[in-house]
């Protein structure tokens, strides 16, 4: 009898090991991992479910560095870098043929509104790579002739240019990438569940830990050079898509009392000046996003709804200012279903 309790006895404790087991376990699945930090000169927030409970978060700042020894002209060793100091050895990897694919697709699509040669005119207007230069108006006639998306081209893993002078600037999809390459290495670590943003930029999959749609805030285009003000405009609630707003609110400076903001047509050479505010578009890939929201702030309102309407799963929504000077807004038919309820 005695023998028969203990066996009773030992098959309920394994038992009940057994349950709290998975219990742990099922918790230990069920908990959405939060990674932050800084990279890229902005920040990152990427929030993933992971079947085993495995942060990530080392993987990917290690995808990151990768990344931009690819694409970020402020490393000088980087694939970018070395090409645009006219480095006859370098050779492209996969993220800069990625980026050039995209880029070279969105140049097309936009009339050449976006152009990934606009370097030269960055770098003299004082935005981005370089020495800025933000006291006097650049020459732009002589830049202009070594601006050209058609005067570039990759052939065997090499970039070759018909200008010396052409300087590469990906820095206006090379962060909205940068959130598909982290979305990429999160799916291929069982992730089915995520939200990725890097500097503003925003590629979701699946559903929250709410078991929602991810809320998404639009900004409200409020002139802030200090990245300090966030005012909500809108909500968008997506999954499996990308998100990004690109404006002429944030990065911005003041020269002999005349606004200067960061968006450059590459056919005048000079800063847009026009009634866009700002354009949140939502693509299937973040690179998409982002490109074409910079574009956006180039060709303005009706161009705009004229691209987004040829181009199949892009939507946007576009904040301006009438002609009183009231913000007002428009958006794609499309864009209706991403408003949070």
Partial sequence: MKNKLLIFS???????????????????????????????GTTYSITYLQPDGIDLQEKIEKRLHEFDLSLSTYVPQSIISRINKNDSTVRTDFDFEEMFRVAKDVSEHTNGAFDITVGPLVKAWGFGFGSA????????????????????????????????????????????QSSDV???????????????EI????????????????KIGIDKPVDDSTNMINEIQ???????????????????????????????????????????????????????????ATAFMVIGVDSS???????????????????????????????KKFFAK
């Fill in 10 to 40: 030992t098959l309920v404790l394994v038992l009940i090991i057994a349950l709290l087991g998975v219990y742990f376990l099922s918790n230990k699945q069920s908990k959405y991992i939060h990674n932050e930090g800084e990279i890229q």
């Fill in 133 to 176: 230069n933000r006291h006097k108006i650049p020459n732009v006639k002589e830049l202009l002739p070594h601006v050209g998306y058609h005067k570039i081209k990759i052939e065997n893993h090499r970039l070759l240019k018909d200008d010396p002078q052409i300087l590469i600037d990906a820095n206006a999809l090379a962060q909205g």
């Fill in 182 to 196: 982290i979305g990429r290495l999160l799916e291929n670590n069982g992730c089915k569940n995520y939200m990725v």
């Fill in 199 to 214: 500097g503003g930029e925003v590629v979701c999959k699946g559903m929250n830990a709410k078991g929602e749609k991810w």
């Fill in 234 to 292: 809108a909500i968008a609630s997506i999954s499996n898509l990308a998100i990004t707003t690109s404006g002429n609110y944030r990065k911005f400076y003041y020269l002999n009392g005349k606004k200067y903001a960061h968006e450059i047509d590459p056919k005048t050479g000079y800063p847009v000046v026009h009634n866009l505010l700002s354009a949140t578009v939502v693509a299937p890939t973040c690179i998409q996003a982002d490109a074409y």
């Fill in 305 to 335: 709804l004229k691209v987004c309407k040829k181009i199949p799963n892009l939507e946007c929504y576009l904040i301006y200012t009438d002609k009183r000077g009231k913000n007002q807004i428009v958006y794609t038919d499309g864009f």
